[in-house]
């Protein structure tokens, strides 16, 4: 037989050049933002960025992973296209048109010591959400036929896009208007919208994205089949509970922050540290988002072969490893690192080691979730990720009062190991899968003692030869691998069969 992890290996590379490379652009934003902009600007952009996060989910409410799931058994797939599409594009209509009704209303909620929210703003911000979702269906549609490169090309452009208005808003726009040029260009920087051009550079890269878009529209028809609408809402719905919730984990943190801390300044200040800093967590979580885009589609497809549970297990393996490697290197490399955020930022360094960490647990996760996924079974999602918000709205409530962010670092990896635990266990009840945890557990331990080793010498003055160190012990590791895992990666097809 062919070997399953080679496939699955391709397929993450490929969307990672959709996921990864844009994304990578994407947190070039990071270092343009945190440099031009004070933290309690930037707080404000991480809060707002994680409303849209929130609504994302409402707006697409699990509709994604049900299409995967009746696209790869249903015979009429068209039909199945047709129906998810509509659904999302009547769902949205109404509940962005009552967004945009309210907007003015939402803009004075949102108001803070640092911003004036202007009616268009909320707008914009509206209509990033509403686009995200009607372009769900369509990339899910690549990704199930396999059309890695083409979805690529679409996440690439998009992105591209994105940043190269994000730069000629704060870098010449800006610019031109600081530096009283009265030209053209800084006519068009306006500092009450400030860091809000960013939602403006998106939205604009959103619509260049849908006209792009245009074959998928072109073959959509507008019907759908209600009886399997109803299916695929009773198969999704349970998601919508599970996203709402594991978006709590992801990025409430960032809202709970201003609300939980009396000083609504040092809130928005704090906001601006962490969001930067969270991204500091870039490889973990752009490999993590790669590998989701590959895994979900070739787990649905290996479900029929007999030896789909051997597959899942080294699929489990190799992703442990690989994660605890991203670790080390992230954290033995930080002392360069950190100048991708502007100075003001970095006292939040703390937060990262723990954020990656906890992208770990998150990633293993999506591993685990395969079992409730192929029985469907989704209930079981959900509640595992309303768990892990009761964990995360608990830790932040208990201590973001006295330890501002990070109590939303810890509370994240308290969540997500929590998921991660209750995952397993449920899973070895209802879908047994034999995981290799020796080898896992081995690897973990090798990355955090690599670390903890590292933190004896971590006030050296001399930072050249710091980080020449701390990579001996990346080298080592890998050295490790080799020795220990690289003759097993080579034999998977030996140990399908076995």
């Known amino acids: 037989m062919s070997n399953p992890l080679k496939k699955l290996a391709g397929q993450t590379v490929i969307y990672g050049l959709g996921t990864i490379l844009p994304r990578f652009l994407n947190y070039l934003l990071t270092p343009l933002l945190t440099y031009g902009f004070a933290p309690a600007d930037y707080g404000i952009n991480g809060e707002m960025f994680s409303i849209i996060s929130f609504l994302n989910i409402v707006f697409t409410y699990g509709m994604e992973t049900a299409f995967f799931n009746f696209y790869s058994k249903h015979e009429n797939k068209d039909e199945v296209y047709n129906t998810a599409l509509f659904s999302l594009i009547t769902s949205t209509i109404v509940m962005g048109g009552l967004l945009l009704l309210f907007s003015s209303s939402i803009a004075g909620y949102l108001s803070t010591p640092n911003s004036t929210y202007l009616p268009q703003f909320i707008t914009w911000s509206v209509l990033i959400i509403a686009t995200d979702a ?16 083409w979805f690529s090309t679409l996440r690439l452009s998009n992105v591209v896009i994105n940043v190269g208005l994000n730069v000629f808003y704060f870098k010449v726009c800006k610019t031109a208007y600081e530096n009283n040029a009265g030209d053209f260009f800084a006519g068009m920087y306006d500092p009450q919208i400030g860091i809000g051009y960013s939602f403006l550079a998106n939205l604009i890269a959103n619509l260049t994205t849908l006209v ?12 759908f089949n209600p009886e399997l609408l109803k299916l695929m809402l009773k198969y999704a719905l349970p998601l919508l509970v599970l996203g709402l919730a594991g978006m709590v984990n992801e990025t409430f943190d960032r809202i709970l922050i201003k609300i939980l801390t009396e000083d609504k300044d040092a809130a928005q200040v704090a906001q601006g540290i962490y969001s930067a800093c969270y991204k500091i967590a870039i490889l973990m979580t752009i490999f993590i988002q790669a590998f989701r885009f590959a895994a979900e589609p070739f787990f649905f497809s290996q479900s029929a072969d007999k030896n789909s549970k051997k597959v899942y297990a080294i699929v489990m393996k190799y992703f442990v490893i690989f994660c605890a490697f991203l670790f080390l290197g992230t954290m033995m490399n930080l002392d360069w690192i950190k100048y991708f955020v502007g100075e003001d930022y970095r006292v939040g360094l703390g937060v990262v080691p723990i954020l990656l960490l906890a992208n770990l647990c998150l990633g293993v996760v999506y591993n685990l979730s395969i079992w409730y996924k192929l029985s469907n079974n989704t209930r079981f999602g959900a509640v595992i990720a309303i768990i892990g918000a009761v964990v995360t709205i608990v830790v932040n409530v208990v201590f973001v009062p006295k330890f501002s962010y990070m109590a939303c670092a810890w509370a994240t990896l308290a969540a997500y190991a929590t998921m991660m635990i209750i995952s397993y266990i449920l899973g070895q009840k209802h879908f047994p899968i034999k995981y290799n945890l020796r080898a896992m557990l081995v690897f973990l331990v090798l990355a955090l003692g690599f670390y903890m080793i590292s933190l004896t010498y971590s006030s050296m ?4 030869l710091k980080v020449i160190l701390n990579n001996l012990f990346v080298i080592l590791f890998a050295w490790l691998f080799y020795k220990l895992e690289f003759s097993n990666l080579k034999n998977i097809k030996n140990q399908l069969q076995s």
């Open 134 to 149: 009607i372009m769900v269906i369509p990339f899910a549609r690549l990704r199930s036929e396999n059309k890695a490169i």
């Open 461 to 464: 003055e001399n930072i050249v």
């Open 212 to 223: 792009l878009f245009g074959k998928q529209f072109a073959s959509f028809r507008f019907h």
